[in-house]
């Protein structure tokens, strides 16, 4: 290509600091070195985490930035070292690596991998090639895909079959593996079982996907938006709940209406009281609860007696899969018509109009909104 070995000057939505609106800018993005890759995003999708960092998280340090983390492109050149990928593959950035090689790569236990960031750390910025005004501008997640090009290290990055459409595929690259997943992978969901699925975002109406796809008899989704009663169904929810409308805890509520309590709970909000409801929601002797959602605001607590009683708690971090692995799996699984995921896309929208997509997932009126970065 042209533009190989070559600084590219693209638009990107900068953010500068907390709790301001991104900025369209021009930056510039250097080219690949060692072991690296340049794409070219297609299109991203907005996920809450975004906005945590951009709202919640009060990290400093972690400004000015690219946002984003769920997107999808193609590949503009390669840097020296890198045989996997050639220009023109379609690719979805990761935004945990996964290099094959360290023990956590090497362990079928866990998804993580030494290269990547921990998980316990909210700072979940990178050094990157992107510059602005003369400035460094950070990397999120290591993928910055609120830009119109981006270098990602070749450990995080998966090639994907080529007859995907990048602007649905793109959000496989968090918000749907992480719920589905968590539901599979993590909670291994049995058929037959009862669920519980707290939060009806993306991530939770993902992991209702997963509990019907494991063979759950009960679904039972839990969210305090009434509207949110409909969509569930679409992915397979039994029943809706919503807390508001008990005088009684939630807990409660799901215990009488499943014998004692479910099988399995996933908390997909980010909310430490939300977690613990979605634990004690759980049946005494096996039930399994997941973490789900995001937060490193708070601490999370019980009574020692929920886990004494043979409940497990557990956490799952991009729904336990190996990324470089199981996105291309969840690509085919989308292709084959065994994954939804047109039916989580409520708004499309373009780059420049980000904040305008901030807008609508802070007041709760899109599931996911795709964004249009670069033409194909």
């Not at 700072?123 to 830009?147: A, E, I």
Request: one cysteine or more; a negative charge; glycine letters at 10%.
């Amino acid at each position: 290509m042209a533009t190989t070995g070559k600084v590219i000057k693209c638009k990107a939505a900068v953010a500068w600091e907390p709790n301001k609106p991104l900025v369209m800018e021009e930056i510039e993005v250097a080219p690949p070195e060692a072991n690296e890759v340049r794409i070219k995003i297609v299109a991203t999708g907005i996920c809450h985490t975004d906005l945590y960092h951009l709202y919640e998280g009060m990290d400093e340090g972690g400004f000015p930035a690219v946002l984003g983390h769920e997107g999808a492109g193609i590949v503009e050149s390669v840097g020296p070292g890198v045989t996997e990928f050639q220009p023109g593959d379609k690719v979805i950035p990761l935004i945990i690596p996964q290099c094959r090689e360290c023990r956590f790569c090497k362990n079928p236990n866990t998804n993580q991998c030494e290269k990547g960031w921990d998980g316990g750390d909210d700072v979940k910025v990178f050094d990157s090639r992107l510059t602005c005004r003369g400035k460094k501008v950070l990397q999120f997640m290591g993928t910055s895909t609120f830009s119109e090009y981006t270098v990602v290290n070749q450990m995080a990055v998966a090639k994907i079959d080529p007859a995907a459409p990048l602007d649905k595929v793109c959000l496989l690259g968090c918000g749907i593996s992480t719920g589905y997943g968590a539901a599979v992978n993590t909670a291994k969901v049995e058929p037959g079982s009862t669920c519980a699925v707290f939060g009806l975002g993306a991530v939770g109406l993902a992991a209702v996907m997963g509990c019907q796809a494991a063979g759950a008899k009960m679904i039972i989704a839990v969210d305090i938006n009434p509207e949110k009663a409909e969509k569930a169904k679409v992915f397979g929810a039994t029943d809706f709940v919503n807390p508001k409308d008990h005088s009684k805890p939630i807990s409660q509520v799901l215990s009488e209406m499943t014998d004692g309590g479910v099988d399995f709970s996933l908390e997909c909000v980010g909310n430490v009281g939300v977690m613990r409801s979605a634990l004690e929601s759980c049946v005494r002797g096996w039930g399994v609860s997941v973490l789900v959602g995001w937060t490193d605001l708070y601490d999370v607590a019980t009574r020692p007696l929920q886990l004494i009683a043979g409940r497990t708690w557990k956490g799952s971090l991009f729904g336990g899969f190996k990324s470089k692995d199981g996105v291309p799996q969840m690509v085919k699984g989308y292709l084959d018509k065994k994954v939804k995921v047109d039916e989580f896309i409520t708004h499309n929208m373009t780059l420049d109009q980000v904040n305008d997509a901030i807008e609508l997932m802070k007041q709760g009126k899109c599931i996911r909104s795709v964004l249009s970065v670069s033409p194909q």
